[in-house]
């Protein structure tokens, strides 16, 4: 019985040729898991700070939370899993139906963004997309909105 000899190389012929299609497929599937850790971690942060607004910092009469409120921004950042979360932008509104009567509900609407920069080269050209101040990056964006039923006095 013959064996067939293959010829001197090919194997890192085929070698060259796949590599770089399962390199950047695994750091894709990295920066994917990456980008889903850093929403969930966002969403779960923004959650936590319009709950505690919702439960400590809502004047229902004139249905107002200072922009600056570092309780709820510090409750945000609290919650905000990585070095790197602590930078993204908070921005805490709340909204008054002005159908309603004065008095009545209210809503908190607490909105984060973070610019997720991939490792994947060429990752960030690819989708297009650019954060605020045209930085490269992938445009995280999250709000959290809670109704603040008015209280029986």
Do not use: W
Request: glycine share 6%; charged share 15%.
């Amino acid at each position: 019985m013959r064996t067939q000899s293959r010829p001197a190389g090919q194997s890192l012929i085929e070698f060259a040729l796949i590599f770089p299609i399962a390199f950047f497929l695994i750091l894709g599937f990295l920066d994917l898991g990456r980008a889903v850790y850093f929403y969930a971690s966002l969403s779960t942060a923004v959650r936590e700070g319009t709950r505690y607004a919702i439960v400590n910092g809502v004047a229902l009469d004139n249905a107002y939370i200072d922009p600056q409120n570092n309780a709820i921004m510090d409750k945000v950042l609290a919650y905000a899993i990585g070095p790197k979360l602590i930078k993204a932008n908070v921005v805490i509104a709340v909204t008054k139906d002005p159908n309603q009567l004065s008095g009545s509900s209210t809503d908190v609407k607490i909105t984060a963004n973070y610019c997720f920069k991939a490792i994947t080269p060429f990752i960030n050209q690819i989708i297009g997309k650019k954060c605020p101040l045209t930085q490269p990056g992938i445009p995280i964006i999250v709000q959290s909105k809670m109704h603040v039923a008015p209280v029986a006095r």
